[in-house]
């Protein structure tokens, strides 16, 4: 089972200050793939961007930090690499952290990690996943607020007709992802 994602917080998580979040660059086919990751390895957030910064802007208030680079993150870096040569469920148990406030997104979220790759679903079909067929909006919204590509794979969610949506990270990138399941 894949690990739960937050809807409450640590209380070590509480005070940013006293929390570091490590951050790595993984050259990837489509480009640098930056995670950050808490204290206990959790991804925080990641994205197809060099830039830890920009990422550090989409975690929630509650779970940032100082940014500290590093070479690598251990286990989150070898699922990424496992990732990209094949092994699609390298990702799969490494835990993700992310904070809202919301039940829904924090549930929308998990349902998400447990759509299974080269079998992408509509947002129509990911919001039934999620318990709320009528929610299809809030589903998009939690596409949108996910902080953690790849890790919480909003790639594999399309629009009703079949045609790609949006990605925050670009279309090119969804594209890549998604032959690169299918494939494999």
């Not at 950050?36 to 910064?53: E, H, K, N, Q, S």
């Not at 129509?124 to 590509?149: F, H, K, Q, S, V």
């Not at 909003?154 to 969804?174: E, F, Q």
Request: net charge neutral; aromatic share 6%; hydrophobic share 40%.
């Amino acid at each position: 089972m894949n690990p739960i994602l937050e809807n409450s917080v640590n209380p070590t998580s509480q005070d940013p200050t006293n929390s570091t979040v490590d951050w790595t660059t993984v050259d990837t086919p489509t480009g640098p793939l930056t995670v950050l990751a808490g204290p206990d390895g959790a991804v925080r957030a990641a994205g197809f961007t060099a830039d830890p910064a920009a990422l550090l802007a989409l975690i929630h208030p509650r779970l940032r930090g100082t940014l500290r680079q590093r070479r690598e993150l251990g286990p989150v870096t070898d699922a990424v690499t496992r990732y990209l040569d094949g092994d699609l469920a390298a990702i799969d148990s490494v835990p993700v952290e992310q904070h809202t406030d919301g039940v829904f997104l924090a549930h929308a979220w998990q349902v998400l990690r447990e759509v299974k790759p080269g079998e992408p679903v509509t947002y129509t079909a990911y919001a039934g996943l999620a318990g709320r067929p009528a929610a299809i909006r809030a589903a998009a919204a939690a596409c949108a607020r996910n902080a953690a590509a790849l890790f919480v794979p909003c790639h594999r969610v399309l629009r009703t007709d079949g045609t790609l949506g949006g990605y925050r990270w670009g279309l090119p990138v969804k594209v890549w992802l998604l032959v690169h399941e299918q494939r494999h």
